[in-house]
């Protein structure tokens, strides 16, 4: 499995390296077509992509990835939403962490024709952003709802107290 990596990486190499993965995600034909069969006769398209990453896509936190990969302990990791839909086609099952869920979801969602960025947020308060979610501009609730595929949060979970929120946008 090849990763792309950022070493002690700063906010604006994050933002960087996740806005160009984001938009070259989008405009990926393997992408789009994944995007399709998630959504294939689904009335819900967020809800769809939604559970269709959960589903597909386990989770896996960085320090498991570097673990299991012999990576060291020092980084950030990143697939390609390009190399998760292969490996999709291909039968692998690949595990992400919070960044790499959080492009994949905005990719599909942005292919198929919705606003889409990623909120770098601060859950632990210690002013650097430990969680990278997904986001959707939805016309129905004229707002930016979560779309964190990462655990057992609820579609559009909100947490009070968010002390930091970064937002990369692809396109």
Known sequence: MQLNTLSRATIDDLKYELSRMLADGIYDPSVQMMSQIAVAGQPDQIRAVYDFVKTNFPYVPDEQLRADH??????????????????????????????????????????????????????????????????????????????????????????????????????
């Open 70 to 171: 012999n990576l060291g302990s020092d980084g950030e990791f990143f697939t390609s939403p390009k190399r998760a839909a292969e490996s999709y086609f291909n039968s692998q099952s690949l595990g992400f962490d919070c960044d790499c869920h959080s492009l994949l979801v905005a990719s599909m969602l942005g292919s198929l024709g919705y606003n889409t960025r990623i909120a770098l947020i601060d859950l632990t308060f210690d002013g650097e952003p430990d969680h990278a979610i997904a986001e959707v501009f939805s016309p129905y609730m004229n707002g930016w709802i979560y779309v964190d595929t990462t655990d057992d949060y609820r579609l559009g979970w909100g947490r009070p107290g968010i002390s930091q929120e970064v937002y990369v946008e692809g396109v």
